[in-house]
């Protein structure tokens, strides 16, 4: 099952922030790098998030700000986030993910049959954990 995707505009609009504000919490580590997905439109490049994760993260720091401190808040989140990580290397680049945020990892053959790989994957960052 995929993930919904919100887009940058929409939410905006929805949270009645500025484009500012959305970058100035991506610099100070409250809103993590790799939920900025980028994507090909028809107007060009755009920018989308997973929903329910940026959604819920944004309503959290809307409900905070005006008690904690932006730094604090940031500081919390890097203390709570897991610590593990699935990196990808190819010749266009790294990319790393947070292991809880994986919904599925195909291998796909020549033939196009694709076999789900996510429970191995997690069984060995398990044994690496113990």
């Not at 905006?12 to 919490?25: E, F, K, M």
Request: charged share 30%; with cysteine.
């Amino acid at each position: 099952m995929e993930q919904a995707l919100i887009s940058k505009k929409e939410l905006l609009q929805r949270y009645g922030i500025s484009y500012g504000a959305l970058y100035r919490w991506k610099r100070k580590g409250l809103i993590p790098e790799d939920w900025f997905i980028k994507k090909s439109a028809v107007t060009g490049q755009e920018t989308f998030f997973p929903e329910e994760l940026i959604c819920q993260r944004i309503e959290l720091i809307q409900s905070q700000k005006d008690d904690i401190p932006l730094d604090d808040l940031a500081k919390q989140f890097r203390e709570e986030a897991p610590r593990q990580s699935l990196i990808l290397k190819t010749v266009f680049g790294e990319r790393s993910f947070l292991t809880h945020e994986i919904q599925s990892i195909y291998f796909e053959n020549s033939k196009g049959e694709r076999k789900d790989i996510l429970q191995q994957v997690l069984q060995l960052c398990r044994q690496e954990q113990d």
